[in-house]
């Protein structure tokens, strides 16, 4: 983003202490939906103020220093958990969201997938293919391609082949910027990524949005039938202390503050639920990783750092026997740190091995539903208790990903199980069995939350129709990953920003009715 456009964002920490707007429609929240509504309403010729709880923090701020952007870049400063702390939930702020940290996979919702959701709740989402192609192109979406296969994710693909089993190479939004660093997750010093922030951010503000940085939405005021304003506090990000307080009227307001945000916020706001939709449903994708420890060195930290996966026991009929997602992946070493098992010597004996491991991980697509609600501040109550079937997938994908490692080249895995089971054999595996599933044993990891305000054709089975728009809120739409009714088993990301585009061309839709298009330009 230009300095120019870095003089059009208000930041919360230089606003004055009392900020009153208006505008034709405010957008909470500045991740992948929310900015992608924002892009379309924007370039439609409405006044559009986006609200953002974390700052402005571009490629020359990426310093790839974990204890500096870890609390930038995450909610919560990357403490975000379950109640009971048994699965860690990472998600973004600032201004791109989760967009700035995540690892760039691109991966539609399955056929399977939609097509439940139009069984079971009436959602034709008729034109979504076309949706996601416009928005796989805005993104720059392409296989990674092979020379840019790092040696961890090699790891993966031979065991796939060994085995036999299915898999391949994943796709991202990435561009020939990308220097392979490895550093994604802790936003792209060179401006790689193809995201939010750089493809859907500067056109928005060139075409007349504003974004307020370093805001907290507290409430949405409404009459019980239409949403009238939106009010909260504004941020000093270097104390993360209130330093004034700002409200916004609109015609109609985009919540897009993500799948726990978006949810705490609406109950947060007294908005009507007569059916008691709001916060349930959750779905984590929770995910375990597995350590594979070789005699020559990995150096997993190098290079794009997931760019293969395994399928073969990924299977969406609900109850599936098989709903386990394989991915390769690597942490930094602090993420590393805190990850590994053990205390003491253990512990130490398995971070000298940091640059002869690879590491590969399983994800549930989980049937398990969560409950979210507001907490203190920026804290969230998240409570998620894994069922026994979601128990056994876990144990499913410990077995294969560490066969996986196995058939890779590893000479010994290490499952993070508490006490950590080391693996050289297949008699081994075998005794990765579902009682050695349990609260922290293995420690889970979220980046996927979804479906906690869904949509559906019926107000008893939902939160929202599937333009997004609320079933009781005429004025309101959500534009998220809490729109998603069901996990579907993959990284959400450019199915949010897919969706993100139908709601923003549904409310300038409903905006502009009868009034003669700004922009038409695709």
């Not at 375990?288 to 299977?315: K, M, N, Y």
């Not at 107000?459 to 069901?486: C, K, M, Q, Y």
């Not at 905006?511 to 038409?520: M, N």
């Amino acid at each position: 983003m230009s300095d120019a456009l870095f003089g059009k964002v208000i930041r919360g920490r230089t606003a004055a202490p009392t900020l009153r707007e208006s505008a034709d429609v405010v957008v909470i929240g500045t991740g992948a939906g929310g900015s992608m509504a924002l892009y379309e309403l924007a370039r439609r010729g409405l006044r559009c103020i986006a609200i953002e709880r974390g700052s402005m923090i571009g490629p020359a701020e990426m310093n790839q220093l974990e204890d500096r952007m870890i609390p930038h870049l995450f909610a919560e400063s990357g403490a975000r958990a379950t109640v009971d702390r048994t699965v860690n939930i990472l998600q973004g702020q600032g201004v791109g969201g989760s967009t700035l940290h995540n690892t760039n996979l691109c991966k539609r919702a399955p056929a399977p997938i939609i097509a439940r959701w139009r069984d079971e709740l009436g959602l034709a989402l008729d034109g979504l293919e076309d949706d996601y192609a416009a928005v796989e192109a805005m993104l720059k979406v392409r296989t990674v391609p092979e020379d840019r296969v790092n040696a961890n994710n090699h790891i993966l693909a031979r065991g796939i082949e060994a085995l036999g089993y299915r898999g391949g190479r994943l796709s991202e939004n990435r561009d020939d910027r990308c220097q392979q660093s490895g550093f994604c997750e802790l936003g792209c010093a060179y401006n790689g990524k193809t995201n939010a922030f750089r493809m859907l951010i500067p056109p928005a503000v060139e075409a007349g949005a504003t974004v307020l940085t370093d805001a907290r939405v507290d409430r949405i005021e409404h009459d019980g039938a239409q949403a009238t304003s939106v009010r909260g506090r504004l941020f000093d990000p270097t104390r993360n202390r209130p330093i004034g307080e700002f409200m916004i009227s609109a015609r109609a307001v985009v919540l897009a503050g993500s799948a726990t945000g978006s949810a705490a916020l609406h109950i947060a706001s007294g908005l009507p639920d007569p059916h008691g939709r709001a916060g349930v449903g959750l779905h984590l994708h929770p995910g375990a990783a597995v350590l594979g420890l070789h005699d020559d060195p990995v150096e997993g930290w190098r290079g794009i750092p997931q760019s293969v996966e395994c399928t073969e026991f990924l299977d969406f009929d609900p109850g599936a026997a098989h709903r386990v997602w394989i991915v390769s992946g690597f942490a930094h070493p602090a993420g590393a740190a805190a990850l590994l098992p053990g205390f003491g010597p253990g512990h130490a004996a398995l971070m000298r091995q940091y640059a002869r491991a690879s590491v590969a991980i399983a994800m549930v697509h989980d049937e398990t539903e969560g409950r979210v609600s507001p907490g203190e501040g920026d804290n969230l109550r998240i409570r998620y208790a894994m069922n026994d079937d979601d128990r056994a997938q876990v144990a499913l994908g410990l077995r294969e990903t560490a066969r996986l490692l196995l058939a890779g080249g590893a000479r010994r895995v290490v499952v993070p199980l508490n006490p950590p089971i080391v693996v050289e054999t297949e008699r081994d595996i075998e005794q990765l069995t579902v009682d050695l599933i349990r609260p922290c044993s293995p420690t889970f990891t979220a980046v996927h939350p979804m479906s906690t305000m869904r949509m559906s054709a019926s107000p008893e089975d939902g939160v929202v129709d599937e333009s997004g728009r609320h079933h009781f809120i005429d004025n309101l739409w959500i534009a998220d990953g809490s729109l998603l009714p069901t996990s579907i088993g993959g990284p959400p990301q450019v199915t949010i920003y897919t969706l993100g585009r139908r709601v923003g061309r549904a409310v300038a839709d409903a905006l502009t009715a009868g009034q003669p298009a700004a922009l038409t330009a695709e």
